[in-house]
């Protein structure tokens, strides 16, 4: 497909670290906390990235893994639930490469969507590769506080984002109406923001249907 023909919200995913609007505060902490695999596996060998719908969650880890060179191994916790989906994907993920191998980073998105009845035994799988991973796995989930997620929250460093401000959205779709060589006017885009309530993806999304 074309990048002409991409939906907006994959034509303007963030590329680089910086492109990543707001969120310093957990850019800084991500970032450390990859820093410091290089010497040694850290206590905490999992990080759980949460916050709302849309701020920039799964965006923020496939930014690091681009400008910082990681290969990365994704996966949706939500639509593989089985527990063998997730041992298959993310052991092969966690074993060790050649030296010449880049560095990986195992995301697992949408943690929180596992349902503690149906999706038998995921939580504690997830916990044996995480206790024995050797690359750094990062989950996100909009909400981590649910009951059977606190034996994953008890592994992981857990580092919040913040929703985004509706100046951010106007920002964001300001560059996509001139990378799109449209004349867009500002009022509409504070609309579009305000109604979005800081989820960019549904802003994007919305800013390109009414292009």
Not at 102 to 121: C, F, M, N, Q, T
Request: proline residues 4%; charged residues 35%.
């Amino acid at each position: 497909m074309s990048t002409q023909r991409l939906p907006w919200i994959i034509k303007y995913r963030p590329k680089h670290i910086d492109e990543v609007v707001d969120q310093d505060e957990a850019k800084e902490k991500l970032l450390e906390w990859l820093k410091s695999w290089e010497k040694a596996p850290p206590s905490k060998k999992a990080i759980l990235l949460h916050g709302p719908a849309g701020c920039g969650k799964t965006s923020l880890v496939e930014a690091v893994a681009k400008t910082y060179g990681y290969e990365l191994f994704e996966m949706n916790a939500s639509d593989s639930r089985r527990k063998e989906d997730i041992e298959r994907l993310a052991k092969a993920a966690s074993q060790t490469s050649g030296l010449r191998a880049r560095r990986k980073i195992i995301l697992l998105d949408e943690v929180d969507g596992l349902d503690p009845k149906s999706d038998v035994g995921g939580v504690e799988s997830l916990i044996e590769v995480i206790k024995n991973t050797r690359n750094p796995i990062i989950m996100t989930a909009n909400n981590p506080y649910r009951e059977h997620l606190r034996p994953l929250r008890e592994l992981s460093e857990v580092i919040a984002m913040n929703r985004l401000r509706e100046t951010d959205v106007v920002r964001v779709l300001t560059r996509i109406c001139g990378a799109e060589k449209l004349d867009c006017d500002t009022e509409a885009l504070k609309e579009i923001a305000k109604r979005s309530e800081g989820d960019l993806r549904s802003a994007i999304n919305d800013l390109e249907a009414a292009a």
